[in-house]
């Protein structure tokens, strides 16, 4: 059994900063590109940020510039660091992982159960 779990969202004001943390625990061998996804009221998921296991790392064009994307393979865990904040910011986001586990043949996607940010004055 493998596990997402998100913490570091909340309520800041616009230009404010966030960091968002997301640890896997349980039964894995190895894991493989680390995301963080939103999803805003009435609008579809959209990919944020990626890091890959040898940490190369890509960007919606919305949040490049303002946030960073980074992991510690030491501990499992990815972290989004959010500065300069915009009203637009305002999602749940989810936090994502490709797993190979220690009884698995093959890698799979495993998800957070999302944070809330909220950017507002």
């Known amino acids: 059994q493998v596990q997402l779990v998100e913490s570091g969202g909340g309520l800041v004001q616009p230009g404010g900063s966030l960091r968002l943390s997301c640890a896997a625990s349980?039964?894995?061998?190895?894991?493989?590109?680390m995301s963080w996804y939103r999803q805003a009221p009435g609008k579809q998921r959209e990919l944020v940020a990626q890091?890959?296991?040898?940490?190369?790392?890509t960007y919606a064009d919305s949040v490049k510039g303002r946030f960073t994307i980074s992991r510690d393979n030491a501990r499992n865990t990815v972290y989004l660091q959010m500065n300069s904040l915009k009203p637009e910011d305002t999602a749940v986001y989810y936090c994502?992982?490709?797993?190979?586990?220690?009884?698995?043949?093959?890698?799979?996607?495993?998800w957070g159960q999302g944070t809330q940010v909220t950017v507002s004055s």
């Open positions: 890091i890959t296991g040898g940490g190369s790392t």
């Open positions: 994502n992982a490709y797993i190979l586990t220690y009884w698995g043949t093959s890698g799979s996607d495993y």
């Open positions: 349980g039964s894995i061998s190895s894991i493989g590109t």
